[in-house]
């Protein structure tokens, strides 16, 4: 069953993830006009994604491409293109009415038009709202009603037309504009930011070409048969597979769109532009050459991946680029830059470790951020492949040499990956047996087992989950506790419990050589040991923290076509421990603990009041009642850093005040500056997490007979002692 594509992500990865990367400069050098019409390419596209979702045997629930599908699929291609419903009027939507049954037949037959004729209008609609906000910019702001803006709109009725519409435009630019206020600029410069914010808005949109729109439709599709279902475009695939082998054949460098520029985010260490040490952080890239002499192409003003695409190339090969320094002025004279592209490690994204000492206690800290393998180097049995069993494994060996008295895995964030992965990680902590049950559509139940004797650390565990922790880090958390191996610490999971499968559309016959992409589909359900299964319960930690989203608001439960939660049979396993005669002691010195916690109360109040911020789903537009707000806030944050500083704690660790900006509005220096601070803020969780193993080691140490309760197999010593 566990073949080597088998993935257990919770969503795909975005288009442009802005690495100048691997894979082969393209034909084409620049940008195609937006086109509404689908090439060829998506024809026949459309034909394999809809033979193989339409197939009972490649998916885990398929259902039949009928009207009652199409309604379905309209439905979201639609909230898609303008899910807060501010583009399109009720006028729109009863036109679009013509297509809800007609969605079927337009797969089926590959006459896509639809989806292109909906996707015009649609950017049609962008222009005329992004000229209605750039006019109202024009018009003096006034702040001293009682207006409310209502953001989250996704439930709301579509506008009547757009004399309502413009109503809605004139809060959204009245939110946006008292927003910089409130950060402390003036008129002429909240209406400069916000006219460039705006007409960015509508230059992305007509930078989508056909393959883009062609991509969100067949999604909408896909979408309608389950939540994980998904169609990647080539360069979505090239991407995903990239980030999941965590190497890459390119200069090493992270780009970002900023104006009409692409501008350089990061630079990866020890790769080729790194070593070269003459392309630095926030360098605009304005043309791009291969090879010693071939023409220099202006790609000023070009879509990111389009520039990205021609920066890829195959290891040995040269790149030329013309950038203007960070700190020079637009009309400045490039300078040339010479790199020879080589194979780059994304050490960044891989697993990493620390230490955490805790009341004479060393912890070790894995921070695992995906189950990434290299799968086609698992194919070819490349000895050498890369994965994150092996990296977690060359740590637990360097933790062991460091003498640390417990590990604790960090799962936050872990959206999945490999379930492979999750299986070998799993066996790195028990000697061998069951990990996880897998059910295929025909009712098929194999158990997916470690069979590897041995392990890596065999000393105390403790696994750290949060709300965005889903599919593998569930099938690794719930192993681990179900075996009595380790304790779980943080939230509730996501609830994810279905296993996907790739499908790279390339690999089938066919006479032409234009690239497909792929088809990510759900191909099975995994279940727990222990019988259940995490499909919308997720995994239940041992100790729980406060929730910061509950499953109301994230996670598989939000999903209106998830696949239901069951039960299947228990898989026979060994019980290492039972650790849940540890959990009334742990919880009360836990909650003593953080009684006296600074900034894990902190961090418990924040959550608190980001909780009710979304419950609200409204801002006032009134100056006074925001200023007030945002006076209280400040006013927070500078008593938070008197206390700081009165603890003897770094008083600059705390986030800085809102300045109104997006992300991209800053300066790729400030970005980067606010992205280190970040980092080195303080991690109340995950120290508080460590300090809970070492209260473990603490009990366990201390009392023989609630040893022999929590580690009743005397048989394994080397359970939770070195």
Do not use: C
């Amino acid at each position: 069953m566990l073949k080597h594509k088998l993935i257990a992500f919770t969503a795909v990865l975005p288009l442009a993830l802005g690495l100048a990367a691997a894979g082969s400069a393209p034909a084409r050098t620049e940008p195609a006009a937006v086109g509404f019409q689908p090439g060829p390419e998506q024809v026949a596209a459309a034909r394999w994604v809809y033979g193989i979702l339409s197939d009972s045997r490649y998916v885990y629930r398929p259902k039949p491409l009928d009207d009652v599908l199409s309604a379905d699929i309209h439905r979201r291609y639609l909230e898609s293109l303008d899910g807060q419903k501010l583009f399109f009027t009720r006028a729109d939507i009863a036109r679009f009415e013509a297509y809800r049954n007609r969605h079927d037949e337009a797969i089926r037959q590959q006459q896509l038009e639809p989806a292109y004729d909906i996707f015009a209008t649609y950017v049609q609609r962008v222009d005329e709202r992004i000229a209605h906000a750039r006019e109202l910019l024009k018009r003096p702001f006034d702040f001293s009603g009682d207006e409310t803006w209502h953001y989250d709109r996704k439930d709301a009725d579509w506008a009547a037309d757009s004399a309502e519409l413009d109503a809605l435009w004139a809060k959204y630019v009245k939110n946006d504009a008292l927003r910089l206020k409130l950060a402390g600029r003036d008129d002429e410069q909240i209406r400069a930011t916000l006219d460039k914010r705006y007409a960015g808005i509508a230059e992305r949109v007509h930078e989508l070409r056909a393959d883009d729109v062609f991509e969100n439709y067949m999604n909408a599709y896909a979408g309608a048969i389950d939540p994980h279902t998904s169609y990647m475009s080539p360069r979505t695939a090239e991407n995903f597979n990239m980030q999941m082998r965590l190497s890459l054949e390119g200069i090493g460098a992270v780009l970002q769109r900023q104006d009409e520029f692409v501008v350089v985010r990061t630079i990866v260490p020890g790769g080729p532009a790194a070593n070269g040490g003459r392309l630095k952080v926030g360098d605009r890239v304005v043309a791009v050459g291969q090879g010693r002499d071939g023409a220099m192409v202006d790609v000023v003003g070009w879509r990111i991946d389009d520039v990205v695409a021609l920066i890829r190339g195959k290891k040995g090969t040269m790149v030329r680029l013309d950038v203007l320094p960070a700190e020079a002025g637009v009309d400045a004279r490039p300078r040339q830059i010479a790199i020879v592209r080589d194979k780059v490690k994304l050490e960044q994204q891989a697993a990493q470790k620390r230490v955490i000492d805790v009341g004479g206690r060393r912890i070790g800290v894995i921070e695992l951020p995906t189950f990434y393998t290299d799968f086609e180097a698992r194919r070819r049995g490349d000895p050498e492949a890369r994965s994150a069993t092996s990296d977690v494994a060359r740590l637990l060996r360097e933790l062991r040499a460091e003498g640390v008295d417990g590990v604790v895995v960090d799962l936050r964030d872990n959206g999945g990956g490999s379930l492979l992965e999750a299986v070998e990680l799993t066996g790195l902590f028990i000697d061998s047996g069951p990990v996880v049950q897998v059910r295929e559509a025909g009712g098929r139940v194999s158990v997916e087992s470690d069979k590897e004797p041995g392990v890596a650390w065999s000393g105390p565990l403790a696994v750290l989950v949060n709300r965005s922790s889903a599919s593998a880090s569930e099938i690794f958390a719930a192993a681990i506790q179900d075996y009595g191996r380790g304790l779980i610490i943080g939230e509730p999971t996501f609830g994810k419990g279905t296993v996907q499968s790739l499908i790279d559309l390339d690999r089938f016959p066919r006479k032409d050589d234009v690239k497909l992409g792929q088809v990510k589909l759900t191909v099975a359900q995994f279940f727990r040991i222990e019988g259940g299964t995490t499909q919308h319960a997720g995994v239940t930690p041992d100790l729980q923290f406060p929730v910061t989203l509950d499953a109301s608001e994230f996670g598989e439960s939000t999903y209106d076509n998830a696949l239901p939660a069951t039960r299947i049979a228990r898989a026979a396993h060994p019980s290492l421990g039972n650790l849940a005669a540890l959990a009334p002691q742990l919880r009360a010195n836990h909650e003593a603990r953080v009684a006296d916690d600074l900034e894990y109360r902190w961090w418990a109040e924040d959550v608190a009041s980001y909780r009710a911020e979304r419950a609200r789903k409204t801002l006032s537009l009134n100056e006074d009642e925001r200023r007030k707000e945002r006076d209280q806030l400040e006013a927070k944050r500078q008593q938070r850093q008197a206390e700081r500083k009165a603890a003897g704690l770094d008083a600059d660790a705390l986030a800085q005040a809102d300045d109104g900006l997006n992300e991209s509005e800053r300066s790729v220096l400030e970005q980067a500056r606010r992205e280190e601070a970040a980092k080195a803020r303080p991690d109340p969780l995950l120290r508080e997490a460590a300090a809970i193993l070492a209260d473990a080691l603490d009990l366990l140490e201390a009392d023989r007979q609630l040893t022999a309760q929590v580690l009743p197999l005397t048989r394994q010593p080397r359970v939770w002692a070195e």
